[in-house]
């Protein structure tokens, strides 16, 4: 979610610049967008599963009093 929503706002942000203030064309690359936006979401998936390691390799009850 957090992701599309920084999608659409830099995207709705970046056409307004051009529009008002360098009068230029915007086009949206939305293959790359995508690409960036998957790449993102998967390396956050990662990171939090190589960070949860520890809590993986105890017993859920070892992990519930340890907290």
Do not use: D
């Not at 956050?44 to 993986?56: C, D, Y």
């Amino acid at each position: 979610m957090a992701s599309a929503a920084a999608l659409l706002l830099s995207t709705a942000a970046g056409w307004a610049l051009c529009r008002f203030l360098f009068e230029a064309h915007f086009a949206v690359p939305v293959g790359w967008l995508a690409g960036l936006a998957a790449g993102l979401v998967g390396l956050t998936a990662i990171v939090g599963l190589l960070n949860s390691t520890e809590a993986f390799r105890r017993t859920p009850l070892e992990v519930l009093r340890t907290e």
